[in-house]
């Protein structure tokens, strides 16, 4: 753990204490002097791996990212009491305050966008410069319609198949692993093959916390998140805001506008021929539109002087 050097980068790891154990943390230039940019994965479960490109906008700002509590590299309890999403929350704000992320810019993928927007609502935090919501989960009962919806559209007998090991309850059915892969080569990426640091998430995945929080089905929400609904709060926010998603996301379009609508003065970015890991599939043009919001609240350096001065994170 400390401070490597990789090519004109520095990058720092180390760990965090958090309730349940600790955390896994990476920095890429820390001493870069725009306001940092704070990434919060999906799953819950999932892994820092595959937002990875992210690092590119580390040449103007800190990219913060961390493996949340029972994945990737942070401690993997067997305490199930601890997957919760106030438990994943306090988990955020001692990451924050343990790094001394002062200002910074929130960005959440998937579910992390269901907790970033938990933590904003329910921590009123300060300092929180902009917020980036991809792929975003902000509606349990959206999200299941649109997996139905979308389950709809395949091939009958891989409707078929999903619904007899559903029924069943046997998930580990080649059968349904077939037919699941059939839906997310749609709807989560679509690039053929997979890049390397998704499939790095998927093998590092902490199951446990996915199946306790969501449950075993992609379609059928049985965990504790299941009466989740925070998109008619988010009109509660005022901070500038961006929307992204795919045209297959399973964050689907028409879903992902809605919850625009609810912020207001936010903005919303579908790209085309892409899904759920649209950032994977159309990095530049993902990157770009990232890039915009944060030199829109946190411009570059002007004839050398920053508008804005920031402390040296720890």
Request: contains cysteine; aromatic residues 8%.
């Amino acid at each position: 753990m400390g401070d490597a050097v990789d090519g004109n980068r520095t990058i720092r790891e180390g760990t965090i204490p958090v309730p349940g154990g600790k955390v896994w943390y990476r920095i890429v230039n820390p001493e870069a002097p725009g306001i940092p940019l704070l990434a919060l994965h999906g799953g819950p479960g999932a892994t820092h791996d595959y937002l990875e490109p992210l690092e590119t906008l580390a040449d103007r700002r800190p990219v913060v990212l961390y493996d949340q509590l029972g994945g990737g590299n942070s401690d993997r309890p067997e305490d199930r009491s601890l997957w919760t999403l106030e438990r994943f929350v306090e988990e955020l704000a001692t990451v924050r305050r343990s790094l001394g992320l002062l200002r910074v810019c929130l960005l959440g993928q998937s579910w992390g966008a269901m907790l970033a927007v938990d933590y904003l609502l329910s921590r009123r935090p300060e300092g929180v410069a902009c917020l980036i919501l991809s792929g975003p989960c902000l509606s349990a009962s959206r999200w299941a319609a649109d997996q139905r919806r979308y389950l709809s559209l395949l091939p009958e007998q891989t409707q078929a198949d999903i619904a007899e090991c559903e029924d069943a309850e046997d998930f580990s059915s080649p059968r349904y692993l077939d037919a699941m892969m059939a839906f997310y080569r749609r709807h989560l990426c679509r690039m053929e093959p997979w890049p390397e640091c998704l499939n790095r998430t998927f093998e590092r995945m902490g199951r446990g916390v996915y199946e306790h929080m969501w449950g075993p089905s992609e379609f059928t929400i049985r965990g504790s998140l299941k009466r989740f609904e925070g998109a008619e709060r988010l009109g509660e926010l005022r901070l500038p805001a961006l929307f992204t998603c795919g045209r297959f996301d399973e964050a689907a379009p028409a879903t992902t506008a809605f919850y625009h609508r609810m912020l207001p003065g936010s903005e919303l970015a579908v790209l085309e021929e892409a899904s759920h890991n649209h950032h994977l599939e159309k990095t530049g043009e993902y990157l770009a539109l990232v890039r915009g919001l944060l030199d829109r609240v946190d411009p570059p350096l002007i004839r050398g002087q920053r508008l804005r001065p920031r402390p040296p994170l720890p």
